[in-house]
């Protein structure tokens, strides 16, 4: 189907919006396209966006089996954009979406929409055992955010079918749109790190990475992350969208509440363990001048990262992005 | 869309050329120094004086110190990982943004411990500057040193060095002044000039953001009156926009899409515009730039240093990854063999004579090490004493590299992005090195470089599967009577009869036909060897094993032959066959040495003409000490390996 044609149901009864955050008025576009505005610091973002594109080139030489993660969220849609940079317009990949079946409704509606807009070719992923207690999991039963806690419900439903979809497709390697500022265990990461059979991250024990040179190599089922924002902030990435003008969802963007109050979404994950904060950042201007004054961490909205002391650690340990 | 007027940065009008780091405008500053000398608390008191810290952050920082007993610790900021906070030690290096008033940085925390000097490593070699700690209770330790020594090797030139822990010494000046003695003396050696030494504590703030993080606190070091941490930080250069050296390209792929053949890479070094006549090194094809694609941005016609482009070009000549654009002046250097300063972490040592995949740019190649000129303790820079074969996990060494096949490079001082490599053992980058004391050669004596090669449908791999082995040139040259023939045509014996394809040129087979018209003045020796050299690289291409048996006195001359041969893409040897002059002219098979004692000969070699020994001559063969048997097993113990034609996923290497 043609992108244009697609537009936003009624999600008003859906359980994923809550007081503070109402669903969008049904049928408009799934997309938001931001007006371009190019400033001062353009040689910032274009050496930013020069070091990406020459990752994504680095990676699809070196593994020609490989693919993108891709969560529809803002950084995936900036590596989406990167990638059609580096390979004048295409993507010769694929993308790969976990579905953990407590996306935002909305979200899976931008996610067609794109798929469309920029003829992806996308793979949907969802760990159907998991969420049905069923094969693997008969005896533990179904995982879900009524069953479990914040980080096994991640671990299973994002990091086990991950697992799952590579062991089908035999990637060798993911391009990935982690950011050193989101985390403190993500400013430890290399370029390209290398993950074992089990997908465990040796952060004890990496390679060395200079000179633009990286790991380019691994043995058979084991993979690589090339992670090609790693240099990148939140803020870097809202100028890049806005300069650009890339196409996002509308969830970054202020709604009013049931309260009266305003609130956005700055990270979105699991519509159960994912919160909205208060702001009345309505454009990517106001977004960018909120991060300038805020004090509160990125993901400080996403319940996972803080169900335990070095939660991400953990998580990222086993798998997780 | 709102209207614009808050404090965004200033819209502008037209692009500007990015400065070629992956973080321009953002200075890098690593901070460096011993284990436990209070490198991470340095940087999270940073963090925590100029206000960059989220506020999860210091809940997080605190909550981990708690649970480790501790009543906050600093550190914990940057430490994140479990291991970090129970040992109270950095194990990999961080990088985090943060800015003053002036502009803004990105900080890397880089490991102390020397078990972590991989990531150390990791961390400082994209710095622009680094402030190095040393604690003022334990003074100039082993890893203070060893990192001041890596960071001249990786060309880090800004160093602060901040003295620690001053509060352990009571804020004594006098050990302040002794620790900056004893260490700027070490920098001095290593030819590094300190900015500043500045006396601290990171724990209480003192000199960090502030002589202290309260006004109203008295200030501990009064006879301090330089410039605090943050202040210090300000004062450092912006790195040196790369865009006034000459171009470097090194091609990273070769697209085809939308029926069009593009060109990929980035601008390391140089401007890129349309229109340029470029030279693609080592096959030396020019070609001129068409278009530089810009998908989804405005039509652009130049490429700044630090740009990744994409780019078409006017003549359709082979062109793969790894070959390198330039400008047809100031072209890189292209040699099998050169001098470098190396540091290893691999796991396993280096071996001398192993081969091992060498990175350059998107350059890959086999190469080894062929010899250590000496290897450096980095903490004490004494010479490591022993003669061994192999070089250990943090040993820095000055080596010789020889590839297999043509690299392009340029010397470090010159141009730092294709002077240096690393080298991968067991997958991962396990080493580095800086290359220098390569000589540029003028590429316009090489008259063939403009010439198109006519790609016959008949590779050189074919050739070699065909004869189970490459061409190659194994150059002889020594003085008359040294046995450059002899030993030649004995090699020539051993190599056929073991069924390879092989040639001798020596002074019999062209000095009488092909070279009839020369003689022997310095201009004629030169055109002797320039028609040889072409002739060896012609024989080489066709598959030959080729030996060539010429006094061919000139370095020069030796050097040319030797960028011809590998232009063809074929494995060149020199060959020194070294016999003292007395022992060469007692031998004087032909009477040669007594008609030029004489003066019935004029010019010649080593009578009355110089002959140039060579400097770094693949290998030496002493004559008069080495029998004949011996002297031909040494050449085919070290060609054999190297012509090998194996068949490996149907790729000949």
Redesign the interface.
Known sequence: MNASELTLPDYSQHPAYAAKYPAPVPGGSPAFF??K????????L??????S??LI??A??HFKNLCMPWSMGKDSNVLI?LS???????IPYSLLHIDTTYEFPEMLAYRDWAVAYHKLNLIVKINEDARAGTGAYAERGPIGYDTADPVTVTHELKTAALQQVMAEHQWSALITGIR??E???R??E?YFS?RNKDFEWD??D??????N???T???AGEHVRVQALL?W?ERDIWLYIQR?GIPIPHMYFAREGSDGKRYRFRSLGCWPITGAVESDA?????I??EL?H????ER?GRAQDHHE??AM?KLRAKGFM | ????S???????PT????????????LRVVFVGHVDHGKSTLIGRILHDTHS?????LE?AQ??SA?EGMVFEYAF??D????EQEQNIT???????FKTAKRPY?IIDAPGHKEFL??M??GA??ADAAVLLIAANEGVQEQSRRHGYLLSLLGIRQVVVAVNKMDLVGYSEETFRSVQSEYREFLEQIGVVAHAFVPISARNGINVAGRTPDLAEPNPMPWYEGATITERLDIFEPPQPLGALPLRLPI??V?R??HRR?L?G?VESGTLRVGDRLVFSPNNKTSEVASI?N??GPETTVAYA???V?ITLKEQIFVQ?GHVASHEERAPIESNRFRARLFW?GKRPLRIGQSYKL?LATQELDAEVVSVDRVIDASTLETVQGDRPFIQRNDVAEVVLQTRGALVMDNQDSNPFMG?F?IVDD????G?GIIHGGVYADRSKIKSANIYWSEGNVLPRNRALRNGHHGAVLWFTGLSGSGKSTLARQIERELFNAGRQVYVLDGDNIRHGLNSNLGFSPQDREENIRRVSEVAALMADSGLIVLTAFISPYTQDRRRAREIVLQGGHEFAEVYVEAPLAVCEARDVKGLYKKARAGEISEFTGISAPYEAPLNPEITLHTGTLSIEESVAAVLEYITPRVRAVVEDEVVI
């Open positions: 931001p007006e505005v190019s400033r001062a610091d353009a040689d910032h274009d050496a930013l966006e020069a070091q594109v020459y080139r680095e699809f030489h954009w059609r940079k580096a390979f004048g317009g295409h050193r500022d985390d403190p265990t400013a430890k290399r290398p952060y004890k990496q390679p060395p990475e200079f000179w040179q990286f790991t190599s691994c043995a240099d902030s650009e309505d454009s990517i201007d106001k960018i001048e300038a805020t004090k509160t961490g400080a002391r070095n650690q | 869309m709102s209207s614009t808050i404090p965004l940065p200033e819209a502008h692009g500007t050329p990015s400065a070629g780091t992956p973080s321009a405008g953002r810290l989220p506020d999860g952050k997080q909550k981990a649970a900021l940057l994140a990982l479990l291991e194990i990999d290096t961080t990088q985090i943004q990105v991989k990531n490593i990791t070699a994209s990273q792929d697209y899409f939308d593009i990929v980035r694609e998908w989804s630090g740009q990744s994409a990854r972490m990175k240096r690393v997958r991962q980058v396990a580095g």
